[in-house]
Each structure stands twice: as structure tokens, then as C-alpha cells.
């Protein structure tokens, strides 16, 4: 069964504090891995996509790494900041269909503190 | 910033109303969605349109039907609102042309929708 699934469930940390969320899969046929930001109230936001050759992906303060052996992949944000409280949302697409099926992980939920 | 926009962004309603949720993008995208999306749980594709005249029902059943008369409008209705349709509603769209794997879904930024 083609799963995502995302750890810890919530974090808690404090402004400037570094900060790593975990992600695992089990889609397969693999295309591509996506982590979106959700900010309460509003839609998901790409941070970052990673292709099957890919191991490293940096936006900013964002890096997201892929390990496509194990299935894994993580997200990493440096110096955090107060807007960095949002729910991160691992996204893994298939290839076997022409719509690329996506499947959603639960996100995160992160909470930057002052 | 996406260019796509969800009305209303908060809606009340009471059992029994038909209601129609409204999405439009002004980004030319082909590709349109719609989920559901639970507090704390992954979203759900319940329809999807690949352009005009073209819907497909997605992977969690669904009693709302949606129609695309317009590339850049996707309304989802739903003609008898019940308390188990209390979601939250997230449209999104994606550029055809770009194609796997870098194809990225903008989303909308949703409608809370609470059936009484």
C-alpha cells in the first residue's frame, strides 16, 4: 500500500533553533518528492521538489534531503523564525498514470517560539 | 503568491442547503483540483479536470459534483449539505505543459465550510 508517513507529528522549538522533520514512504512507482508549507487558514506552498536523482534540495533557510534507497527524506530549517510556525507536508507522486497520483503525508505541525 | 482564489473562504450553513463553492485561477493552468483536508490529516483528491469539459472523480468518494465550462473556473456544488461534510476545501491547479516530475500544484487558500 502506498503510504507517507511524517515525523514527529508536532514540534515545539524556539526562534533561531534548527530544526529537522522526518519523512518515509512506500510509493512506488517513485517520480518525485515534494515538501509544501501550510500556514493555518491557507493552502499548501512548494518549498522544495526532488527527482529520483536528486539528494539535495535547498530554498533559503530550507534543505530537504532524499534518500530514494531507504525511502526516506528530511527537511531541514536553519535559524527558525516565528513564521516558520506552519504545518510541513511531505508529498510523494507516483508515475503510473499520466496525472502523476500524489500521495499527502499529515504534515507536521511546527510551532517557533520567541 | 498563487494566482488562485477560493469564495467564500468561510461558509455556515445549515442541513438540507445547496451550496456551491467557488475556485478560479487566472495562471492559464490546464490541470484543476479540488480536495478535502480534515484538521491534522493528509488531503484527499475527491475531483480533478484535466481542461475544458473534461472532470474525473478522484480517490475519496464524494457526493459533490463539480463542473469546468471555463479553463480558469472549477466550481464544486453540493446539492444537499450535511454535518459530514464539515471540511475544510482546497482548489489547486497545475500547468499541463511543464508535465512530471516538476509539475507543482498552486493551491487556493481554501474554504472552512461547517454544516450545522
Known amino acids: 500500500k502506498n503510504q507517507v508517513e511524517q515525523s514527529p507529528q508536532s514540534l515545539i522549538i524556539l526562534e533561531g533553533k534548527n530544526c529537522t522533520l522526518q519523512?518515509?514512504?512506500?510509493?512506488?512507482?517513485?517520480?518525485?518528492l515534494r515538501w509544501y508549507k501550510q500556514d493555518t487558514g491557507r493552502g499548501p506552498v512548494s518549498l522544495t521538489i526532488?527527482?529520483?536523482?536528486?539528494n539535495t534540495k535547498s530554498n533559503g533557510r530550507y534543505t530537504a534531503t532524499l534518500d530514494a534507497d531507504t525511502k526516506q527524506s528530511s527537511l531541514h530549517i536553519t535559524a527558525s523564525q516565528l513564521s516558520d510556525s506552519a504545518s510541513y507536508i511531505c508529498v510523494v507522486s507516483d508515475r503510473g498514470s499520466t496525472l502523476g497520483r500524489l500521495y499527502f503525508g499529515r504534515g507536521t505541525q511546527l510551532t517557533v517560539w520567541p | 503568491e498563487a494566482d488562485i482564489y477560493q469564495t467564500p473562504r468561510y461558509l455556515v450553513i445549515g442541513t438540507g442547503k445547496k451550496i456551491t463553492l467557488e475556485c478560479s485561477q487566472t495562471m492559464g493552468h490546464d490541470k484543476m483540483y479540488w480536495y478535502q483536508q480534515d484538521p491534522g490529516m493528509e488531503l484527499h483528491l475527491i475531483h480533478y479536470?484535466?481542461?475544458?469539459?473534461?472532470?474525473e472523480k478522484g480517490d475519496l468518494s464524494s457526493e459533490s459534483t463539480v463542473s469546468r465550462i471555463r479553463t480558469e473556473h472549477f466550481p464544486l456544488t453540493l446539492e444537499s449539505a450535511r454535518p459530514s461534510h464539515t471540511s475544510q476545501y482546497l482548489c489547486?491547479?497545475?500547468?499541463?505543459?511543464?508535465?512530471?516530475?516538476?509539475?507543482?500544484?498552486?493551491f487556493g487558500p481554501g474554504t472552512r465550510l461547517l454544516v450545522l
Open positions: 479536470s484535466y481542461g475544458v469539459n473534461s472532470t
Open positions: 489547486a491547479s497545475s500547468d499541463h505543459g511543464q508535465g512530471p516530475p516538476q509539475e507543482t500544484q498552486y
Open positions: 519523512c518515509n514512504y512506500t510509493v512506488s512507482p517513485f517520480s518525485n
Open positions: 526532488m527527482t529520483f536523482s536528486e
